[in-house]
């Protein structure tokens, strides 16, 4: 039997004209479409194949629309489902996209809207399960090689690495100190070709600038007075796997020539050598640099930049991705937990609140360590707001005042908790431990949003 070609959308519909009509559009389009003829024949279809959407009627015999649309999103939440809904119906099709259902359409509809809708979920679901192989890729690695995070940032983050992984060139990543620069670099060679061989880390700015030629090319016997035995350097035991070097704008310029002629003609010299040694690395840098402003400075070569920044990836600090901080801190606990043979169950509220709030100029090594100290200082088996120590420098040129500060801080309060409840009102109060409308209050006070915070939002 011949394999069906293109992505796979069922429809489920109990008129025969409308099962007709969507199949001719859609597999003109190229998609494989298999209609069902009410919810339960739909369901059962989706246990046994595997599908890229959904579209289904509201109104049906036996499993109605919206039954179907849950049963799906507790199944494989990542099967996007579009709804096709009579207008009286509209409310409770808002509220399913609520619960995760990808859009609705009110009938009549025009056919080209839902073919556009249907090429938006379709690319959606595409790119969420590379996403998710990605991290099951990741994940099959060490523990500590997890990028843990749920945020638009960080699902982009993924995505990228999932592109950059399966094509073979020089990758720069850029971010500033403790974003995670080496867990991307090892994401990067652990989802793609090399992922079995060698994976060498090196930081250029942490070796003295007369040792790192040695670091990196190595030296045969003799060629200076302690080179009692022939050396290999970094791009040698690197070969056929990925050298990444962390802190590249710290590079020597008289080496950044060397490193250059590496990266065109795939050949170096060892110290002392007259000999050429052939390599196949695969490179990847990381800088908290502005290379562009190195190379205007004369301390970074122009050439050597343009051949590294092959595909830049740039990683958000922890201020810009917040919502991904509860994720962050359980993360460390469970490991923590092990470390030191504590059994801490969680987080307060109090100090939830207090970390979402605070802008950490370290990012995420900064807040590993404060969970870490939190750990250790604790009496109880719930980390409080008293356990947790910031120094908060303030600045001499502007001081605000008492209620400049708290409108502030209520206003970005507000925002995380509503990031971290996808927008949620109702559940973004109980998390505060707020009165829904004294919530929403606020809300409105400060101009926000809930539609900015929902995960999924129409096409």
Request: hydrophobic share 40%; proline share 5%; with cysteine.
């Amino acid at each position: 039997m011949k394999e069906p070609v293109g992505p796979q959308v069922l429809v489920v519909d109990d008129d025969p004209s409308m099962q007709r009509m969507l199949k001719t559009r859609l597999e003109r389009e190229g998609y494989h479409v298999v209609a069902a003829n009410d919810g339960d024949e739909g369901l059962e279809l989706i246990r046994k194949q595997v599908f890229n959407l959904v579209i289904t009627d509201m109104k049906m015999p036996k499993l109605k629309g919206d039954e179907l649309a849950r049963s799906i999103t507790q199944f494989n939440p990542d099967i996007p489902v579009i709804i096709m809904t009579a207008y009286g119906e509209v409310s409770e099709a808002v509220r399913l996209m609520r619960d995760g259902v990808y859009h609705y359409l009110t009938k009549p509809f025009d056919v080209e809207v839902l073919v556009e809708k249907v090429q938006k979920a379709v690319e959606r679901h595409r790119t969420t399960t590379e996403v998710n192989s990605v991290r099951t890729k990741i994940m099959s690695r060490r523990k500590s090689d997890f990028i843990v995070g749920a945020s638009p940032k960080i699902e982009d983050l993924l995505t990228q690495i999932s592109i950059v992984a399966q094509n073979d060139v020089p990758v720069i990543i850029y971010g500033e100190s403790g974003t995670g620069k080496e867990l991307v670099a090892r994401a990067i060679h652990y989802t793609g070709k090399r992922a079995d061989k060698p994976f060498v880390v090196e930081n250029c700015g942490a070796i003295p600038e007369n040792l790192i030629e040695n670091e990196l090319f190595g030296h045969v016997k003799g060629a200076y007075t302690d080179a009692r035995t022939d050396q290999k350097g970094l791009f040698e035991e690197a070969h056929d796997g990925t050298l990444f070097l962390d802190e590249i704008g710290e590079l020597p310029l008289p080496l950044q020539v060397k490193f250059l002629r590496v990266l065109q003609d795939g050949e170096f010299k060892r110290i002392g050598s007259t000999r050429g040694i052939k390599v196949d690395v695969r490179v990847i840098a990381a800088t908290n640099k502005d290379l562009i402003q190195a190379i205007s400075e004369k301390t970074f070569r122009e050439d050597l930049f343009y051949r590294l920044n092959v595909i830049p990836i740039h990683l958000p600090p922890l201020r810009e991705r917040k919502e991904d901080i509860p994720l962050l801190i359980n993360h460390f606990l469970t490991d923590f937990n092990k470390e030191l043979g504590k059994i801490v169950e969680g987080f307060s509220p109090a100090a939830i609140q207090k970390m979402m709030t605070y802008q950490w100029p370290g990012n995420i090594r900064e807040l590993k360590n404060k969970v870490k100290q939190a750990m250790v200082l604790t009496r109880n088996n719930v980390i409080t707001a008293e356990d947790l120590f910031f120094h908060v420098p303030v600045s001499s040129n502007k001081f605000q005042s008492f209620k400049e500060a708290k409108r502030e801080f209520e206003k970005e309060y507000i925002s995380q908790v509503l990031r971290i409840c996808q927008g949620n009102i109702s559940q973004a109060a109980r998390l505060a431990k707020k009165d829904r409308k004294d919530f929403y209050d606020v809300m409105k006070k400060y101009g926000i949003q809930p539609e900015a915070f929902r995960k999924q939002q129409a096409g």
